[in-house]
């Protein structure tokens, strides 16, 4: 949480974002050879970020579309950055785009560079019940 109240002061969120990137990217070099990972790119990515390297259960990150070339789910898991945002009134809006979609994404790029994360920003905790997320193909 010092990191982030440091942040908040500075409104520079590159040593979170850089850090919680190269401990993703360390993580799946080390645990790769294991995923298992199976379907559609968006599919693979979607259970590479959320269930094998955050843990987390479906029921937590249900999915309210896919087809083989886009991904959308609603997080209603425990979030750490969620919490830490309302405790410091940090908007999450901010937060979570400048440090955390990053490390998202250079995770998911494992599976495909053409994969992309985002988020929908109108629906994102606490002023939504979930944060409705995306990984979708770009380009050609």
Do not use: H
């Not at 968006?42 to 269930?51: C, D, N, S």
């Not at 979030?79 to 998202?104: F, I, N, Y």
């Amino acid at each position: 949480m010092a990191k982030l109240s440091r942040a908040k002061r500075t409104r520079n969120y590159t040593i979170i974002c850089d850090e919680s990137t190269q401990k993703r990217l360390r993580w799946y070099e080390e645990n790769k050879e294991r995923l298992e990972l199976e379907g559609s790119d968006v599919r693979k990515a979607y259970t590479l970020l959320l269930l094998r390297y955050l843990g987390l259960r479906q029921e937590e990150v249900p999915i309210v579309y896919e087809d083989r070339k886009k991904i959308v789910w609603r997080s209603r898991n425990f979030c750490p950055v969620l919490e830490a945002c309302v405790r410091l009134g940090l908007d999450t809006r901010e937060v979570c785009r400048e440090a955390e979609e990053k490390p998202a994404q250079e995770l998911i790029s494992k599976i495909n560079p053409r994969l992309k994360f985002s988020r929908n920003y109108e629906k994102i905790r606490p002023r939504s019940e979930y944060c409705e997320e995306i990984i979708e193909f770009v380009g050609r």
